[in-house]
């Protein structure tokens, strides 16, 4: 069974930043991609971005330029730079990794339990 953890997460001012880290543990054969999404309250759950294992990106249009995902594959963890920072960023942050427990078991995409984010205005 795997474990996704999420850290780095609180208040900061529009504007700001902050970074998030997720951390993948317990029975992991290997990890495929990795990445963030955010769901606000009353708002539908949202990518945010994404990263392969070799290091391809991706990122929702509406932090293109502000946001930086980055990994390191000998710790399991997917980091989220997070600069430029607006209220409307405010939401809780979900990692995930796409992953096998076993060399012969399914993909399967866990998800951390999330870590709120909140740019005041």
């Known amino acids: 069974q795997a474990q996704l953890l999420e850290s780095g997460g609180g208040l900061v001012q529009p504007g700001g930043s902050l970074n998030l880290s997720c951390e993948a543990s317990?029975?992991?054969?290997?990890?495929?991609?990795m990445g963030w999404h955010r769901q606000a309250p009353g708002e539908q759950h949202q990518m945010v971005a994404g990263?392969?294992?070799?290091?391809?990106?991706k990122y929702s249009d509406s932090v293109k330029g502000r946001f930086t995902i980055s990994r390191d594959n000998a710790k399991n963890t997917v980091f989220l730079q997070m600069n430029d920072l607006r209220p409307d960023d405010t939401a809780v942050y979900s990692c995930?990794?796409?992953?096998?427990?076993?060399?012969?078991?399914?993909?399967?995409?866990?998800w951390g339990q999330g870590t709120q984010v909140t740019v005041s205005s």
């Open positions: 995930y990794a796409v992953l096998k427990i076993q060399p012969a078991a399914p993909i399967y995409t866990y």
């Open positions: 317990g029975d992991i054969f290997s990890v495929n991609d």
């Open positions: 990263i392969s294992t070799s290091g391809r990106t």
